[in-house]
């Protein structure tokens, strides 16, 4: 069974505060086409244009390190077919090493549930989101968890400038996906994918994920 865990992408909607929505038009519309083929025949040729940050989105290590792989090097056994391992962190707003202690993180897709997506296309979703500490990313680090998801808003406390979580998963090669949703439908022994475009020179790109299983 297939569990579509991606927000829908749509026009105008917003991510995360201060960027842009995205421009979702036609470049060529079906009734412009019909000039251009035979009888009865018509196309639509979509245009989008929008920040790498749109939607449920992957990160690369060159989104914060610029030695870091880019979207293209990005390995497809990180993204695709990983075991999962839920973390139930509901309720939680700093969510500490101890939520995965006794958990065996290593070589797996660490999803984070925090509930969070409850408040997607509202207000409330773009501040005071759960988040990862310090400490929990260098837990994952050290335990070598092979990709790490939440849903929320970011992975990170968003009053920390200095992005810890980012910066020592990514610098660990370990891929991070942010505002991911429906997790509560995830079930032991599923495997996670979330696979970008290979885009050479970009370190974050929106990704269709799912869980598997």
Not at 16 to 25: E, F, K, Q, T
Not at 129 to 136: C, Q, R
Request: negative net charge; contains cysteine.
């Amino acid at each position: 069974m297939h569990v579509d865990l991606s927000h829908t992408v749509e026009h105008g909607m917003t991510t995360y505060p201060g960027l842009p929505g995205p421009l979702i038009c036609d470049f060529l519309s079906r009734e412009d086409s019909r000039g251009k083929y035979g009888e009865g025949v018509e196309f639509q040729i979509g245009k989008i244009e929008m920040v790498a940050n749109t939607g449920t989105y992957v990160d690369a290590p060159s989104h914060r390190w610029a030695d870091g792989v880019d979207l293209a090097g990005l390995p497809l056994d990180r993204l695709a077919g990983r075991e999962i391992v839920l973390v139930d962190a509901a309720g939680a707003t700093a969510i500490d090493a101890d939520a995965f202690a006794g958990l065996d993180v290593g070589g797996k897709a660490v999803l984070v549930r925090t509930g969070w997506d409850r408040h997607w296309g509202t207000d409330t979703y773009l501040s005071g989101n759960p988040f990862l500490t310090e400490s929990a990313a260098s837990e994952l680090v050290e335990r070598g968890a092979a990709i790490v998801g939440i849903d929320s808003l970011n992975i990170d406390d968003l009053g920390d400038l200095m992005r810890p979580v980012h910066s020592q998963l990514l610098g660990a090669g370990i891929p991070i996906v942010e505002h991911l949703t429906a997790l509560d439908g995830v079930t032991v022994g599923t495997r996670f994918f979330a696979v970008p475009v290979k885009v050479r020179g970009m370190g974050t790109f929106p990704v269709r994920a799912f869980a598997l299983g």
